[in-house]
Structure formats: structure tokens, C-alpha cells
């Protein structure tokens, strides 16, 4: 529960960040503290030599290469997340999101062999008719801009991004990838494509022109979402059956709608509730019902 309320709250900063600044400073702040947390976790775990091709712990060049591109291919995605929340707010941007989930599964299926659940299957469609209804509410209700819709295939982008790098991240620790050193490779990477990103649209200088409050809102984004909420979930999965896991953080859509409609007054009605509750089904359908072995690694 702690978990689902950081993800919530995490998003809700986000949304306050970008109604303010830039969007593109979003993935440089928002991943410092999964850094830091990564070097605390090397340092503690003493996994370092995973890293070092001389050390008879070396996860090997496959490994390294797959956190890399893990971290390279979700801040591109994180990218357009932040541009996705400034365009179409909490209540669109966030389901869209969620459906990494989906997405995860299906290149899991193809690239790693991983099985698909035939109620997964299920899951997926009723993905596709709640995003429907999403939209159908948009174009019924008051939406966050009038450039609301594109929102969707940003935030859709941004989902695929993160299933791929979900299955990277998997087959890295199938070659003997330590968790710390997972977390440190790819928000390493992380970080260096945000600072690339900005200089590339030369907006370096927005790191200093932005005013400390929406800094610290970012920062703090980070913390809720990268330290408090992986950490409260780590915990769950050593603590409670998967699936119960899965079916708490599924609802992480409805949560930050909610979170939105009531603490930013961004508009829900009963169609865009709808889509979001299908959303959540169908995510939870492909994430509960999945091979036994395959939840259990």
C-alpha cells in the first residue's frame, strides 16, 4: 500500500512540476535519487566487481550492455512522460503509462520465450477498451490542454519504453546481474542521457534558471518513486504471495487519478472512471496470471 501511495503521489508532483518548467529537466531530477540509491546499494551489497572485467564476479559484456540500453531507452521514454503530463494531466497520462505492463509481457513472450497466459490475453483487451473509454470521457469532459490528445501516443511511447527495458533489465539478472548493481548501471546511463538531452536542445541552463521549488518537487518525485515506493515493494514480494502484490499496484492508475481530480481538480467523469477501471483489470488480469515459475524468478 505504501508502494501504490508513493507511485500516486510521485505522479502528482510531476503533474505540479510541469504545469511550471520544462518538461525536458524531468528524467535528469527525477533520476538522482535512484542514482544515489544504486551507489549505496553496490557499496553496501559490495557488488562493484560485477562491473569490473577482471573481477571473477564480472556479470559479462551481454549483462553490462543490456542495463546500459535499459537506462538509455527509459529516460527517452521518461522524456516524453514529462511531455505527456503537462499535455494531458494525471487522469490521461497515467493509464496509458501502466500498460508497460502489457507491453513487458508481450516482448517477454517473443525475445525471452517467457509463456502468455490465456486470462492474460483477456487482460490485454480489456486494456485496449478502457483506453478507449478514456479518451471517449477526454473528448466529452474538460481536458487538462487543448493539445490533450497527444498525450496518448506519448504516454503509450513511454510505456513501450519501459516494457523494454523490463525485459533487459530480466535478462540481465538471468546472467547473474545483482539487484544494486542492476539499479547502478542503468540510472548511471540514465543520467548521462539526460544531461545529452538537454545539451542537445541546449537547455543546460535550465538546471540553474529553474526556480528551487520545482527542483525539490522533482527531487522529491524521484525519492517517492525510486527509493520509498522500489523499496516498499521489494519488501512486499518477500513478504506476501505475487499476486496479491500485483493486484495492490495495479491500481496505481485509479489511485493517481483520484489523487488528481480531488488535489488538482482535474476533471473525471464516469466514462474516463470506466476506462481506468478496465485499465486496472486488464493490468491485473496480465500480471496475476502469469506461469508460476516465471513470477516466482
Known amino acids: 500500500m505504501v508502494a501504490l501511495m508513493g507511485y500516486a503521489s ?7 512540476a510541469v504545469k511550471n518548467i520544462d518538461p525536458i529537466v524531468g528524467p535528469l531530477l527525477r533520476g538522482l535519487p535512484s542514482l544515489v540509491l544504486g551507489i549505496v546499494l553496490v557499496w553496501k551489497n559490495r557488488t562493484l566487481g560485477q562491473l569490473q572485467q577482471r573481477s571473477a564476479q564480472y556479470i559479462g559484456n551481454r549483462a553490462v550492455s543490456s542495463l546500459i540500453l535499459a537506462g538509455i531507452i527509459s529516460t527517452i521514454g521518461l522524456f516524453a512522460y514529462y511531455f505527456a503530463m503537462q499535455l494531458g494531466g494525471v487522469v490521461v497520462t497515467v493509464p496509458m503509462l501502466q500498460t ?3 507491453w ?10 517467457e509463456r502468455i497466459h490465456v486470462v492474460a490475453l483477456g ?10 473509454f478514456i479518451s471517449w470521457g477526454q473528448m466529452r469532459g474538460q481536458p487538462a490542454s487543448p493539445f490533450w490528445y497527444w498525450a496518448i501516443p506519448l504516454a503509450l511511447f513511454a510505456a513501450l519504453t519501459y516494457g523494454i527495458s523490463g ?3 530480466r535478462d540481465a539478472q538471468l546472467r547473474g546481474a545483482h539487484q544494486s548493481t542492476a539499479i547502478l548501471l542503468q540510472f548511471l546511463a540514465s543520467e548521462c542521457v539526460a544531461l545529452v538531452g538537454l545539451a542537445i536542445m541546449g537547455k543546460t541552463g535550465l538546471i540553474l534558471s529553474t526556480a528551487a521549488q520545482n527542483l525539490l518537487t522533482l527531487l522529491a518525485s524521484g525519492v517517492l518513486s525510486g527509493i520509498i515506493a522500489i523499496y516498499c515493494l521489494f519488501t512486499a514480494l518477500r513478504l506476501m504471495a505475487v499476486a496479491r502484490v500485483y493486484a495492490f499496484t495495479s491500481v496505481n492508475p485509479l489511485v493517481a487519478a483520484l ?10 467523469n464516469w466514462l474516463i472512471l470506466t476506462g481506468i ?3 486496472c483489470v486488464g493490468i491485473t488480469l496480465t500480471q496475476v ?5 516465471e513470477k516466482q524468478a
Open 167 to 169: 525485459v533487459l533489465w
Open 104 to 113: 513487458g509481457t508481450l516482448i517477454a513472450w517473443f525475445f525471452l520465450g
Open 100 to 102: 508497460y505492463a502489457i
Open 259 to 268: 489523487f488528481a481530480h480531488f488535489f488538482l481538480h482535474e476533471h473525471l
Open 123 to 132: 487482460g490485454i483487451g480489456l486494456l485496449g477498451v478502457g483506453l478507449g
Open 10 to 16: 510521485a505522479e502528482i508532483l510531476d503533474r505540479l
Open 277 to 279: 477501471l478496465l485499465v
Open 289 to 293: 496470471f502469469r506461469p508460476k515459475d
